[in-house]
């Protein structure tokens, strides 16, 4: 273990000393890969919560605070429990954790935190935040951090928050009762430029736009961010929540985007069984999270299974349709044990393998591009429509490991490693030469590295 250079580089960075950029930029060029993703959550550390990206992303992100209190719980707990408390900041009083929580840090992200409007919800807490929400990993984090560091005190403190978030993902997001939550924009589903999105926004045509400038393209080269139709649709969407105050049923009904998503749905399934976890664990009745577990597990392959392809397609909730586009998306029921042993395999063997879809083989060589390749709207350089994520394999090789493919595990884990050493911790990489896409510095990309290097 590398208890002292970890201690040692902990004091040298700490407090102001990270403010030095030679100071960082020295670290970044001789220390071990543990250090440096150390430094990297030290130099978005903003004492209160930690950036995503130092310039792209500077506010506190959901999903992305999850995994970064994970990597930080290998060394300063107390910060982890930190990072969480200041995400949980953010809930709103029907139970929905944003995914954006602005907290006072000014900036020029846009969206801007005025622009979301969510004064007019009554739901809507002190601090600002956005009004959507974003994958629910936070309760497989607090189990995890448990499991390795036993912080019942701390588990008991936040479960109310978790229960809160999820019973509202199963109620004021249940658009048909199936268990299966709905989300109304793609910044929702994490993987916000998603080729899968495409079909739903065909219907979708923004008569009147607010005003708005794009702050996404200032700091990353326009080639790997969404195209402007997209953009415009991400907007307009937004313009029609605030029509609504937030209201969720309204959002139900009028929302133009309505999808149930698999990523989404499978990391709810897999955070109710870890909270199922943490509620024993408290002696908590765990009647509700059975029930939420029971309903999807009985739902989710009549939704999203492919019998014919042997994988899942998202579902378009509005028309009633499944979104036929083959991305990474499709693996991550593995990530909660919906798949039996036969469908993984089918999954596995069929696309993961497979070197015309998702394995290297031509001109990709790493894993997992997060669309497969066959797909038309295939790009490997720009944001989820073909990078590899450093989330999405961690995710993926979870999955692998819970039904034994321990072999293809490693690989990836190697894999992705490698992406790291050679170019960093980006956001994304382009699966052919392994370049480095997007914010530099990405949080999660180190929180993930510790995570993989301590419990490989
Ligand atoms: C991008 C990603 C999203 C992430 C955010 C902050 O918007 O698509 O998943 O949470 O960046 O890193």
Redesign the pocket.
């Known amino acids: 273990m590398e208890t002292r250079s970890v201690l040692q580089l902990d004091q040298a960075i700490s407090g102001d000393s990270i403010a030095d950029n030679d100071r960082f930029m020295d670290i970044m060029k001789t220390a071990s890969l543990l250090d440096r993703a150390i430094a990297v959550l030290r130099l978005n550390d903003t004492g209160v919560f930690t950036k995503?990206?130092p310039h792209q992303?500077p506010h506190q992100?959901n999903?992305?605070s999850a995994l970064i209190a994970l990597g930080l719980s290998y060394f300063d707990l107390p910060r982890a429990q930190a990072e969480i408390r200041s995400l949980l900041s953010g809930q709103w009083r029907d139970g929905m954790l944003p995914s954006v929580v602005y907290h006072s840090i000014p900036s020029d992200y846009f969206p801007h935190p005025q622009f979301w409007q969510i004064e007019n919800s009554p739901n809507a807490p002190a601090v600002q935040t956005t009004g959507i929400t974003?994958p629910p990993l936070l309760a497989t984090v607090v189990r995890l951090i448990h499991e390795r560091l036993a912080i019942p005190e701390f588990v008991a403190e936040v479960y109310p928050a978790l229960l809160h978030w999820h019973r509202w993902l199963h109620t004021d997001r249940d658009a048909d009762g199936s268990g299966l939550a709905c989300i109304i924009h793609p910044?929702e589903s994490?993987?916000?430029d998603s080729p899968r999105w495409l079909h739903l926004f065909e219907a979708i045509h923004p008569e009147a736009l607010p005003e708005f400038q794009r702050g996404d393209t200032r700091y990353v080269a326009a080639t790997e961010r969404p195209n402007r139709t997209e953009y415009e649709r991400f907007i307009y969407l937004i313009d029609i929540f605030r029509q609504h105050n937030y209201v969720s049923s309204e959002l139900l009904a009028h929302s133009p985007f309505l999808a149930q998503d698999i990523l989404f749905n499978a990391i709810l399934f897999r955070a109710n069984e870890d909270l199922r976890a943490l509620a024993l664990n408290l002696g908590e009745s765990t009647d509700e999270i059975d029930l939420w577990l029971r309903r999807v597990r009985s739902n989710f392959d009549a939704r999203f299974w492919n019998e014919n392809l042997g994988l899942y397609y998202d579902y378009d909730r509005r028309t009633g349709r499944s979104i036929p586009v083959n991305t990474a998306s499709t693996f991550l029921p593995l990530f909660a044990g919906l798949p039996s042993q036969e469908q993984a395999q089918r999954l596995i063997e069929g696309h993961l393998l497979n070197p015309a879809e998702y394995a290297p083989g031509g001109e990709v060589r790493h894993w997992v591009t997060t669309t497969a390749q066959t797909e038309p709207t295939w790009e490997p350089r720009r944001y989820?429509r073909g990078p590899v994520w450093v989330i999405m394999n961690w995710l993926i090789l979870e999955g692998l490991r819970r039904y034994g493919y321990n072999d293809l595990a490693a690989l990836i884990r190697e894999d992705t490693m490698g992406l790291i050493e050679s170019a960093g911790f980006r956001e994304y990489y382009d699966p052919r030469d392994a370049s480095g896409c997007g914010s530099t510095d990405f949080s999660?990309s180190a929180a993930l590295a510790i995570e993989l290097l301590r419990h490989p």
């Open positions: 995503p990206g992303y992100w999903w992305d974003q910044w994490g993987t916000d989820w999660w």
